[in-house]
């Protein structure tokens, strides 16, 4: 397991504003949460396409939209939780637990989820740590 995370870490190693969400990553599979993130299913092989994606001739790494779910479930219309990057390179988690608990439809959902914004994956991870402590 840990050759397959130092991997994953490896390739970001030239996109730094890129490497928080990587380092998230890391800190996920180290503790064995159930996450989705989108850059991996975006690069994975394919019918047309068996050896699957190259990180560096298919993403655009500076507009690429990179994205961590936590507890997407079936029929959810939103994940509970997710962590994006903003344009310096910085986390933003979406905490949308109230927002599934009042039904909110997915067009209103920033007006009723929780945004943390500028985080480091190591304070991240103190969210999503508490986030599964709570389930």
Same mark, same amino acid.
């Given at each position: 397991m840990?050759?397959?995370i130092e991997s +994953?870490?490896?390739?970001c190693?030239?996109? =730094? %504003?890129?490497?928080n969400?990587? !380092?998230l990553?890391k800190? @996920? *599979?180290?503790a064995? !949460? =159930?996450y989705?993130f989108? !850059?991996?299913?975006?690069l994975? #092989?394919? #019918?047309?396409?068996?050896e699957?994606?190259? =990180?560096e %001739?298919? $993403?655009?790494w500076?507009?690429?939209?990179f994205?961590?779910e936590?507890?997407h479930?079936?029929?959810? =219309?939103? #994940? @509970?939780?997710?962590?994006?990057?903003?344009s310096?390179?910085?986390l $933003? *988690?979406m905490?949308?637990r109230?927002?599934?608990?009042a039904m909110?439809?997915p067009?209103?959902l920033n007006d009723?989820a929780?945004f943390y914004?500028? @985080?480091? #994956?190591? +304070?991240?991870m103190?969210?999503?740590? %508490?986030f599964f402590?709570? @389930?």
């Amino acid at each position: 397991m840990d050759d397959m995370i130092e991997s +994953r870490l490896e390739v970001c190693a030239d996109h =730094p %504003k890129q490497q928080n969400i990587f !380092f998230l990553e890391k800190m @996920l *599979l180290e503790a064995g !949460f =159930p996450y989705y993130f989108n !850059f991996w299913d975006d690069l994975r #092989p394919t #019918p047309y396409n068996q050896e699957g994606g190259d =990180p560096e %001739k298919d $993403i655009d790494w500076d507009n690429y939209h990179f994205i961590i779910e936590l507890e997407h479930g079936a029929g959810m =219309p939103f #994940p @509970l939780m997710s962590i994006e990057l903003d344009s310096e390179g910085n986390l $933003i *988690l979406m905490d949308a637990r109230e927002a599934a608990d009042a039904m909110t439809l997915p067009e209103n959902l920033n007006d009723v989820a929780v945004f943390y914004e500028g @985080l480091t #994956p190591e +304070r991240a991870m103190e969210i999503i740590e %508490k986030f599964f402590d709570s @389930l």
